[in-house]
């Protein structure tokens, strides 16, 4: 019989790593699909229409402003100046872009290069960049033998090989740095803005903003300073091309944000902060336009997309046809181009309505007069609704690949019930109901909600059943998981979407708002405070662990350290060493049985200070589920509530990159990966570890539950891509559903490995 449930559970585990690695193969390989860009030299009266008085190519100098949201430009605090008075007066205008899910820098910077969608493919991809396939306006313009000079992140350069004639990149990656990687793009500027025109095309791409958010949050001080810095650049920008414009060349600056920001300076969902972008787009040497924009405060919306469709028609080439974009060119032009372009962007729809074969109706069948002013308002309606319909037929899924996964996860879940439900069926309508919710997307965006109630739930029974049996040596238990478990939940709380909300929609603090501050203020909080905390933390876990593993207290110091003003020079280095050590041992650990313990010191270097206490309790809520012999049903519970204690949910703009750099002076994938997965993982992590420091990992009951645990994962992987595969036609499919697949996917192998850890070391 032993071997028999071993066997099935082996099976079970060989089962779901075909399935991940089908899934993760398969939205990959959707994500490279797309048709080889055309080229210019072949056929140039297809792919170039020349404009009107054939005028010189024009120049163009494009900015990208990683992660910089629409209310960084229009809120009334705002410092850069010289943009919003360009936009007041009518000399720029503004667009409201909306950037479409993933909110990360890869799929966003190729839709405004090719004006088609990614898939949710990229943000599997987004850490490894491969050349772009599909076609796009900067290959276009490179084929007309244009010169093309890039400087910024170097996302562009591994998308675009050989494309750039001069270019420097800097790399995206390493976040603790928000100074340099912006100076390093800026030095360039003395030499580019020289008398001699050396370019035709100037990219820019800064990520000092993107930086600031992620390693000191989206209301750091920094922010707008870096946006000062950021409105200095476009005013040198705008001076050169102003001085440089003449009647035959047209200067044309865009600057954009590739997605926005959070409060707590994160990216990757759908919340507003997120996904509106602002585009700003200049047509230097002309006079104001009045037919721009009447309200400023009110900018049009868009598509991130139209951004690709209108360079394509300043430069006068044929639109794609994989561009699903709305050119906004004719804003810039006159009436007699104005027509020229609705003719063109009528023509580009009806093509790719009979393609795709959508039942879409034509608003001019035959002959039409777009001259007339009626039609050209309708006919920019059904551009929009074309749009709609297109971006909507465009959301491709693996679906055999899904099936298939799908397939092989209810098999692995069949093989895990026979080995470890048969005896707890309680456990079996416990997973179901829990499942059932991944079927309503808001219970999905509120998953923490779920298991924080059931730990509630599980807190009063206990409490109940004291109450019938009135035993003295059970109360205290309850009383601390009550109060730790109600601290943890708090914790974290305001760096979730309902937390994000304008505070005057929210109802009046009863309490201290020590538990609702965002975590950047949070640290502030406890910039004097903290000493007293950190000695108070000495004592409890020396107490706790009667004087064993002392050197647990070196990450605690060294995380302090590091925010005090008076720091040591070398005390960067004290974390640099300490977490290499911590790397060296938790492979030991994995081969003595004690590898839970041995991430405790990595978890302690590299969460916020303002986290070591949560740290702490949460380990001391595990050690109290063993002294209070949790069930498998229990256990499951506090552990879900662990992963949500430290502000994950599942939204990919929880995730934290700063742990993720912490001690790392360059960007080290490996080390970058590895931190961000225990730093992810860390309340589980932290909650086996207090569980195993009263019961071990060895004993009977740890491996019961947490192969129950793994079996649970399972089945909620299985449901979750049902529900992607249902709802791949939901609003929010790709903000929403996906995302619960990657993090379902995320939760079975990291217990896999455990499991395989305690299996091996049986």
Known sequence: MFMSRRGSFWTSRLLVVVACILLVY?????????????????????NRRTTENEKEAPRLVFMVIDAFRLSFLTSSDSPMTFTKSSIANNSAILFDAYARMPTVTLPRITAYITGTLPSFGTILTNLATDEIKIDNWISRIHALKKRIHFFGDDTWIRLLPGKFKKYDGVTSFYVNDYTEVDQNVTRHLKKEFSRVRKWDVLILHYLGLDHIGHS?????????????????????????LRNSSSDSLENYLIVCGDHGMTAAGSHGGASPEETRVPVVMWKIGSQPNEKLVENPEKPPKIEQIDVSATIFDLFGLKMPSESYGISLASWFRDDTFEVENLKKQHEHFKNIIEEKHLSISDICEEHCDYSDKFLQKSLKKWFKTVQEELIGASSEMPNISIFISFALLIQATVLSANAWFSRTPQLNLSIFLVNIMCFASSLIEEEHEIWFYLGSTVVAIRAIRWLRNREEKELKPIIALAVLHRIAYGYMQSTRRRWSMDQSLLPESLFSEVFDRNVTDFNTFLKFDAIFVMIGSFIYWWIYIKKNHSLIFLPMLSQYLRYMEFAPIGVFNI???????????????????????????????????????LALFTYRIGHLSAKMQFGDVENLIFCMASFFYFGNSNSLSTLSL???????????????????????????????????????????????WLQLHFSFRISALATSLICLYIFQNHLFVWSVYSPKVVYDMAHVIVFGIFLTHLSLSA
């Open 658 to 704: 700063t742990s993720a750099y912490v001690g790392l002076l360059d960007y080290y994938p490996i080390l970058v990966g590895a931190q961000l997965i225990v730093y992810t993982f860390a309340g589980p992590i932290l909650y086996m570890a207090g569980r195993t420091s009263f019961v071990s990992t060895k004993s009977p009951a740890t491996s019961h």
């Open 26 to 46: 398969s939205f990959v390989a959707l994500e490279g699909r797309g048709k080889e860009g055309e080229t210019d030299d072949g056929d140039r009266k297809t």
């Open 575 to 613: 974390v640099q060493i300490h977490i290499l050590i911590q790397l060296c041992v938790v492979p030991i650990g994995i081969i003595t049985g004690t590898m839970l313990f041995g991430f405790l010191p990595l978890i302690l270097a590299i969460v916020p200070v303002s986290q070591v206490l």
């Open 216 to 240: 000191l949050g989206g209301n750091s001080p920094k922010i707008p300073e870096k946006l000062k810095e950021m409105d200095e650049v476009i005013v040198r920008i705008h001076e050169f």
